[in-house]
């Protein structure tokens, strides 16, 4: 206990006897009478209290200074330490919202206590997100770190999450999540007790760092894949359907959810799964405040059959009389719904929409970047390719030569059909090896065009003569003939004898001739496949702008990963054909999957696989890193108008019927799939995702969905989207069904008064008249925010735009499995705190 006798307490307590003694000496001289004494002893006795009074006021001043300095400490020990925890698990969750996890040597050799984050020793202080840290909080000293509980994998040493089923009740009841687990430590000490100015202090020296506070905390975080929604928007949700809208999947918003169903039918809107928003639900649209009544919207319990009147009601009974702008009442819906219809819940934190761009997590983790260059001309080429080796972080940047192969067609021999041989061909050269020799003639041929020349025409020029097409040298194909004489002079005939073959024979096939030749590589024949890459153009009737487009042909690019052939450049011209057989594209954009993985055998595909498709015949992609192949498109930030809300760039996906990626089959039991995330507009063409299913989706500033009659299949290019006359003149082109199997996420626009954004049966954006047509959809609907780079208002079925479809749209249940999602999926992310403990230690 602290000396209550200090020197002030002395000099009061003296000067108290003293006064006493004098007083009562004083009274003692002036009168000796008996009653005079009396009161000597009464006052005496008064002065005696009253010291003893003081005296316990003094005692009882000072211990209430050192209880409330103790408390005052240790309430600073408790807050500091707790918000210790909470700067360290908000840390944690910082690094899933960036689509990584949490690394360092916290589980390998983590500190046992914070003893160790003090003590001389470095090599139990962690590392990384769980290595030891000071914050300085309520002028103590804050020790935290961070304990990983989750499994290990003995090989790779990367967590393996538990995969979990969100419990009945809570939000997000019955989807799959991710859930990690972490322990995480913090204790409050006093303010010298800094781990970088003890270092410098001998152990025996330091001053007593005794904990104050000592506080762990077990937390979970979950990771709830975005696709696991049939629908999940940042913004405000609508739905105002006209037609009949089953949504089969849960739904959620981080505004709120306005119900506005146009139909008088109980079916026009059905949701079959938790429904949960932010803010609040209303039974109108946000565009307008006309009330719809509720027998338009049914709710019903997830994975009801249908029809099934016990499982499902409408949004609100006919007893339900508030009409605030046709808000419903947040008690009304708990006692109707329960867990069913959830309002008023806590904001979840998502991405932000620029993770789609150059600096974003798409980009740095992409397999494969390609940047549409719009302005270059001449001898520069229209774009630039970089293929990211994921096993060793290699960063492989295309040359121009192969990047000038990536814009001809390519001859393959994965052909649907194949036309019957030429016939009448000379018997010297009716050989497969000479065969051979004139078909990789053509292909060097075809890869040493020049730069600043249109590149080959699939369709037209291909069934041009050669002769036509090398016009004495200085046509399209200015080296084919000196190519294939010099191939047939290095098979053994003589230069006199290819020549004349050249003149009299060759000259006159076309190179869908040659495509076709029976040879040593191609039994049965090949055939061409229009060009991986080109540049085309689309007129965007709700932007009302042309859109110049890069058109990735998704099957075209696969082939030329394995069959493509390319010759080396110096600026416009070739300079190099590898003594005339030139240099094989195999692989050069992604690792091809190997069956048995043995190198010596070749790329053996999977024979398990559907007949006919890439997995089975040794075409399809390997890379397994972020759950399979990722594809980022981007557009050269220098160009004009770019970087505005008027962008007339984009990027269109033809020929996606069959994705590079791996589907589920006896020998694959986790699927990889393919995602392509783009930071400006994306128009996905025709079937999408049709033939050996396999995880997929698109993410986009905004999503363009074109029919299958949008293709020339002669050319392979766009045949819609043509600007003709003005928007009062004229008719969006006529679609054909379509159907798509790949999770969205993109930007929508958000309704104002007066101005609706269509709702969500209006997510993807049509450009056709699709009146009578069906269009298929199986997927996501995911939207983080508005689009950045368009800014066209939607419009309601007008011809010159669009008309509607026959939508069958669905959320894909294949999502439900885990493995069964794409690569990179969007994660939402919540903590959940497990344990919470806490210890005053003085």
Not at 443 to 459: D, H, N, Q
Not at 555 to 568: H, M, P, R, S
Not at 708 to 728: D, M, P, R, S, V
Not at 791 to 799: C, E, F, I, K, L
Request: charged content about 20%; some cysteine; proline content about 5%.
């Amino acid at each position: 206990m602290s000396n209550l006798f200090t020197p002030r307490n002395n000099q009061i307590s003296s000067k108290i006897t003293r006064l006493i003694f004098h007083v009562s000496l004083h009274l003692w001289k002036r009168e000796k009478q008996s009653e005079q004494g009396y009161i000597l002893f009464v006052v005496v006795g008064v002065m005696l209290v009253l010291q003893a009074l003081l005296m316990a006021y003094i005692v009882a001043a000072k211990i209430e200074k050192s209880t409330s300095e103790a408390s005052v400490n240790s309430n600073s020990s408790f807050y500091g330490a707790e918000g210790g925890l909470n700067l360290r698990a908000e840390k944690i969750r910082q690094k899933f919202l960036l689509i990584t996890l949490p690394n360092g040597q916290g589980s390998q050799n983590p500190p046992a206590s914070t003893a160790d984050c003090l003590d001389e020793e470095s090599s139990n202080n962690g590392n990384g997100d769980f290595q030891c840290l000071v914050y300085k909080i309520g002028g103590k000293n804050i020790i935290s770190y961070v304990n990983d509980l989750n499994n290990q994998d003995a090989v790779t040493q990367q967590p393996i999450p538990r995969r979990v089923t969100i419990p009945p009740g809570e939000l997000f009841e019955d989807l799959a999540a991710l859930e990690y687990r972490y322990k995480i430590v913090a204790d409050a000490q006093p303010e010298y007790c800094d781990p970088q100015q003890l270092a410098s202090i001998p152990e025996k020296d330091r001053p007593d760092c005794s904990q104050e506070s000592k506080q762990e905390m077990l937390i979970k975080i979950r990771n709830v894949p975005l696709f696991q929604f049939a629908a999940f928007y940042k913004n405000d949700m609508e739905f105002h359907p006209g037609s009949k809208m089953v949504i089969n999947g849960p739904v959620h918003s981080n505004g709120s959810i306005y119900f506005g169903a146009q139909k008088a039918d109980p079916d026009n809107l059905k949701i079959m799964g938790q429904v949960s928003a932010v803010g609040d639900a209303y039974s109108r649209r946000k565009s307008e405040d006309t009330t719809f009544s509720s027998d338009r919207t049914t709710l019903c319990k997830y994975n009801a059959s249908l029809p099934d009147g016990q499982d499902c009601q409408a949004l609100h009974d006919s007893s339900y009389t508030d009409s605030l702008l046709s808000l419903i009442d947040r008690t009304y819906i708990k006692n109707r719904w329960g867990n069913r219809l959830k309002v008023g819940v806590k904001n979840i934190k998502v991405p932000e929409p620029s993770f789609l761009n150059k600096n974003g997590d798409y980009h740095a983790q992409a397999d494969l970047r390609i940047q549409f260059n719009p302005a270059a001309s001449g001898a520069n080429l229209p774009f630039a390719v970089q293929s990211i080796n994921r096993n060793n972080g290699q960063i492989v940047i295309l040359q121009p030569g192969q990047l000038q192969s990536l814009r001809q067609p390519v001859i393959t021999n994965f052909c649907s059909s194949v036309p019957n041989e030429l016939t009448g061909i000379p018997t010297d050269l009716n050989t497969p090896e000479r065969k051979e020799a004139i078909a990789k003639a053509l292909k060097v041929s075809i890869a040493s065009i020049k730069v600043s020349e249109v590149p080959l025409k699939y369709g037209t020029e291909l069934t041009s003569s050669l002769n036509t097409l090398y016009s004495g040298g200085v046509g399209k194909i200015h080296t084919v003939k000196d190519n294939i004489i010099n191939a047939l002079v290095a098979t053994g005939l003589d230069n006199g004898t290819a020549t004349n073959h050249w003149n009299n024979t060759i000259k006159d096939w076309n190179p869908n001739d040659v495509a076709g030749l029976r040879t040593t590589s191609s039994l049965n024949g090949g055939c061409f496949v229009a060009s991986p890459l080109s540049v085309n153009q689309f007129y965007n009737s709700r932007e009302d702008r042309q859109i110049q487009v890069l058109q990735f042909n998704m099957k075209a690019l696969t082939i030329w990963n394995k069959d493509g052939v390319y010759v080396e450049f110096t600026g416009n011209d070739p300079s190099n054909n590898n003594s005339g057989n030139g240099f094989s594209s195999n692989q050069a954009l992604f690792t091809l999957y190997d069956a048995d993985n043995n190198s010596s055998n070749g790329i053996q595909g999977d024979s398990t696989a559907a007949n006919g498709s890439f997995q089975k015949l040794g075409y399809a992609a390997a890379d397994r890193t972020e759950g399979g192949l990722v594809i980022h498109a981007t557009v050269d930030e220098t160009v004009a108008d770019v970087n505005t809300n008027q962008s007339p760039y984009g990027f269109v996906v033809t020929n996606g019927q069959e994705l590079p990626g791996l589907s589920t089959t006896s020998s694959v039991t986790d699927p990889t799939g393919l995602t392509i995330a783009s930071d400006q507009a994306v128009y996905l063409q025709g079937d999408y995702n049709t033939i050996n299913k396999q995880p997929a989706s698109v993410l986009t500033d905004s999503i363009n969905v074109l029919s299958n009659a949008c293709l020339n299949t002669t050319t392979n290019l766009l045949n819609c989207g043509n600007h003709t006359g003005l928007k009062t003149t004229r008719t969006a082109p006529a679609a054909t069904a379509t159907k798509i199997q790949a999770a969205f996420l993109s930007g929508t626009d958000i309704s104002q008064t007066g101005v609706p954004n269509g709702g969500l049966h209006n997510y993807p954006r049509l450009h056709e008249n699709w009146s009578g047509i069906t269009l298929t959809y199986y997927g996501s609907l995911v939207s983080l925010g508005t689009p950045q780079h368009v800014s066209g208002a939607w419009t309601d079925n007008q011809n010159w735009a669009y008309t509607n479809p026959k939508r069958d749209y669905n959320y894909d249940r294949y999502f439900d499995a885990y493995e069964n999602l794409p690569p990179m999926t969007p994660n939402l992310v919540y903590l959940r705190q497990e344990v919470f403990s806490r210890k005053f230690l003085r």
